[in-house]
């Protein structure tokens, strides 16, 4: 509802007076569900509003263009204007019809676009026919001179320029500022008062004499039939701003609903339209909504993310690991009555399925990785410290960080896995692992510098070897490397080399199995492979690899000559069973109780790919994210319950979504329980799951938009060489 902050002292118990635990809930429910909305949906809405309105004006000056000696005769003898000379009212109305609806799309300069075309409607509307759409975009239009664009708009962008040297640019931003503070409740009041007059006059329909006259007013003709006693109730509630958000949603249902039951009354976007508006945007300052804020958030400070209660004295719990689990974890412990402290050796966030797109200059590093802090800006309670754990202390109940001791009453580790060699770590130097943003930066860097020694070359052997990619592992990372790597080759750089041909680059992945994708069915595994030699993937399955160097790999006593080795093989947890003393299995996993509990120490807890469970119907529960998140959000639970001196859910139990791995455009496999996906509907199903999977709505815009461009090009636009360039 966009209200101030409350500044009223709290007790302990998170209000000034005892309130049912129900009442918090729900009243954080509404809070959180608008603002998400609001931040979300609007922009969009914004968008779409902007295009209707320009287009229709838009189209309109086109006409008027093409067929111009009309225009003047309509001007002169169908519609002319008392008080202006028709040759000028038809050049004017041209005008603005062609050169203000593209400003209005783009965002750029909307007040001064969104002026002319308010003046334009209301002179159509008074002066020629009355419609209810013309009023709707006069009091859209009205917004946007009063309100300005949204967040997708250049006027929104270029807000910066009230810092710089450009001459009136600050005093044209500070104007905007005050024209939106001074005005933007008054126009959401009118607005509001509008709309219920509308309601009202439709409750009671004027005599035919006088509907001609209201209907250049009120848009009364798009009202949906509510009946006569719920439009005076819902037109006091708009009058008045109460609940004002839920009283135009309804009113949006009822308007959708009453068209497709009925052809006699026909749905008007534009009606719809403004009360999405009210319904988003929330009720503006004069409303007793703004009262009722108040008072809620002074009674319930953490609907503003303000503390509810003291963190002196309270449980502490200690995070290590700001994965999907360590993430999941915190943000279900983020209004619960203890003290968080989420510790990370980085400062961000890393979505690692999509680090082998950065590996193949697909995406670029931000895009995948989202500021901590930033993510729980708002939440009192979790405090996040960037520090690299050495140890724990079970014994004294601390966490070491170096000689930094912190302390815990509840312990959950999320500290993830690394890439493993099986006891080879002499080949980690000469094929590199995919876990790390570094990691995959460096795989760009052998990949594209690969291609350039190729150019440099006059050794054909030499080039051969450059161009010869060997991927070892044939499981989901492996699959999509190697899918990955091969349209970089053939599509990707097709023009970019005047010496050699890079479709004639040699990709090989090496699996130790019978097939690859060993996890998905044998026939999701078989189409994998085609796909994969389709692309010109070289698959070899049991096939086992004896020795890596700076030259090449041994397979099966084949020697293959390859300067780019990359390793998706095998995966070790991180040393949390030697912090903890714990039980460990083969890939040093900690071997957790059914609570995802470590056997012998009380309180401490270990989730994601750092624990060995066998949750998942008595099998290995699989290191992928949903299941880390699953398994923090379940640790959460437990901890609350253990809080609240509850009883705590004694047994995990983890639910399989489904399996995705992607080969190439238009080419992946999906398991969803049983059903199974191939090709381009599980491509696009892939690409939704992931998106929808990123942290924060920037990264999802700007991977999408990535997508995009390399879908509709074949090229990337971070095809870039950073790091250490060695010697050749």
């Known amino acids: 509802m966009n209200f101030p902050n409350a500044t009223a002292p709290v007790s302990a118990s998170g209000s000034s007076g005892a309130a049912p635990a129900w009442l918090a809930a729900t009243m954080r429910l509404h809070f959180d569900l608008f603002s998400i909305a609001q931040r979300s949906l609007w922009p969009v809405l914004d968008v ?229 508006i009210v319904a988003l945007r929330g009720p503006g300052p004069l409303s007793l909504d703004r009262p009722l804020g108040q008072y809620l958030k002074a009674r319930f400070p953490e609907l503003e993310g303000k503390p509810a209660f003291s963190l002196e004295g309270l449980p502490r719990v200690v995070i290590v690991g700001a994965g999907f689990g360590g993430l999941a974890c915190a943000a279900a412990l983020r209004r619960t009555r203890v003290s968080v ?41 979790v405090r996040v410290l960037l520090g690299t754990v050495t140890g724990v202390d ?26 493993g060699y099986f006891g080879r770590d002499d080949w980690q130097a000469h094929a590199p692992g995919l876990k790390r943003i570094e990691d995959a930066t460096e795989i760009r860097r052998r990949l594209l510098t690969a291609f350039e020694r190729a150019e440099a070359s006059d050794d054909e052997r030499e080039r051969g070897a450059l161009t010869t990619f060997l991927i ?93 080795v990359l390793w998706a093989a095998g995966v070790v947890a991180s040393p949390a069973a030697r912090w903890l003393g714990a039980e460990a299995d083969k890939a040093g996993r900690v071997v957790v109780g059914p609570d995802l509990g470590v056997p012998g120490l009380a309180n401490v807890y270990v989730i994601g790919d750092t624990a060995a469970s066998n949750a998942w119907n008595g099998q290995a529960v699989p290191g992928l994210a949903p299941a880390a998140r699953q398994g923090g959000r379940f640790v959460a639970t437990v901890i609350r319950a253990h809080v609240e001196d509850r009883p705590a859910p004694r047994r995990f139990t983890y639910r399989h979504a489904g399996s995705l791995a992607t080969i190439g455009r238009q080419a992946a496999v999906a398991q969803l329980g049983t059903l199974m996906l191939w090709g381009a509907p599980a491509w696009w199903l892939w690409g939704l799951v992931h998106v929808g999977f990123l942290v924060g709505m920037r990264n999802r815009i700007a991977t999408m938009l990535n997508w995009f461009w390399s879908y509709l090009t074949f090229r990337s636009a971070v095809r870039l060489i950073t790091g250490d360039q060695p010697s050749s």
């Open 48 to 276: 779409l509003i902007r295009l209707w309105i320009a287009q229709a004006f838009f189209v309109s000056g086109i006409i008027k263009l093409s067929n111009w000696e009309n225009a003047l005769y309509l001007a002169r003898h169908e519609y002319p204007v008392a008080w202006l000379d028709p040759v000028t009212a038809a050049c004017t109305g041209a005008a603005i019809e062609i050169i203000a609806p593209p400003l209005l799309v783009l965002g750029l300069g909307t007040r001064v676009a969104a002026l002319p075309m308010l003046i334009l409607s209301l002179v159509i509307q008074f002066s020629y026919t009355a419609l209810d759409t013309q009023l709707a975009w006069a009091a859209l239009l009205g917004g946007y001179v009063v309100m300005g664009p949204g967040p997708l708009s250049l006027d929104h962008a270029l807000r910066g320029l009230a810092d710089s040297a450009i001459p009136l640019a600050a005093r044209a931003v500070r104007a905007a500022a005050r024209l939106r503070v001074w005005f933007g409740p008054v126009y959401a009041f009118v607005l509001r008062s509008w709309l219920a007059s509308a309601l009202l006059v439709a409750a009671d329909p004027p005599v035919p004499s006088a509907a001609a006259q209201i209907a250049r007013w009120l848009p009364y003709g798009s009202v949906p039939a509510i009946g006569a006693a719920t439009s005076v109730m819902a037109a006091a509630l708009l009058l008045s701003g109460l609940a004002t958000r839920y009283v135009a949603l309804l009113l949006m249902f009822a308007g959708a609903g009453g068209a497709m039951l009925s052809t006699a009354v026909p749905m008007q976007h534009d009606w719809l339209l403004l009360l999405a």
């Open 394 to 419: 079970t014994g004294g109940r601390t966490v070491l960080l170096g000689p930094q001791r912190v302390p815990y009453d509840h312990l959950v580790v999320a500290t993830g896995a690394t890439h």
């Open 472 to 564: 070892v592992g044939g499981g989901p990372t492996g699959v999509e490397l190697a899918g990955a790597i091969a349209e970089l080759a053939r599509y990707g750089m097709d023009k970019d080399f005047r010496r050699f041909d890079p479709a004639s680059a040699r990709i090989v992945l090496v699996q130790a199995g019978p097939r690859v994708l060993p996890a998905f069915p044998e026939r999701l595994s078989a189409i994998a492979r085609s796909n994969l030699e389709r692309l010109g993937v070289e698959v070899f399955t049991n096939s086992r690899v004896e020795a890596i160097d700076a030259d090449g790999v041994l397979v099966d006593g084949a020697r293959i000559a390859a300067r780019t």
């Open 341 to 381: 402290t989420l510790i990370d050796r980085a400062n961000y966030h890393l979505f690692q399925p999509l680090l082998y797109q950065v590996a193949t200059a697909g995406l670029s590093p931000g895009d995948i990785a989202a500021p901590v802090r930033a993510l729980f800006r708002d939440a009192f309670n």
